[in-house]
Nanobody, 123 residues
């Protein structure tokens, strides 16, 4: 069973940048899509970006379009989230997740493996 470990969170001023990493403990043939989600206190967990593991197609949700970039290094079993032009409303716990579904759904319920999260705070 693959495990996901996020890193790279921290505190940054508005307008700054952070790069999150999500390392998988092993390659899994069943993983078709990797997603980044976030959850702020009192709010639902929402997807911000996803990448199709086999072909590299990327998907971005409206609040982060043109600011965040998702990428992957298959040799390292690692997915990244480059976050630029950060805003206070980006403050949340960020999670990466793996899905067996190649359609890279926005719903968290399509993702079956989750990391523990990394905190991002923008002031």
């Amino acid at each position: 069973h693959v495990q996901l470990v996020e890193s790279g969170g921290g505190s940054v001023q508005a307008g700054g940048s952070l790069r999150l990493s999500c390392a998988a403990s092993s390659y899994t043939y069943n993983t078709k899509c990797m997603g980044w989600f976030r959850q702020a206190p009192g709010k639902e967990r929402e997807r911000v970006a996803a990448i199709y593991s086999r072909g590299g197609s990327t998907y971005y949700d409206e609040p982060v379009k043109d600011r965040f970039t998702i990428s992957q290094d298959n040799a390292k079993n690692t997915v990244y989230l480059q976050m630029n032009s950060l805003k206070p409303e980006d403050t949340a716990m960020y999670y990466c997740a793996a899905s067996r579904d190649a359609l890279c759904h926005t719903s968290r319920y399509n993702y079956n493996v989750w990391g523990q999260g990394t905190q991002v705070t923008v002031s």
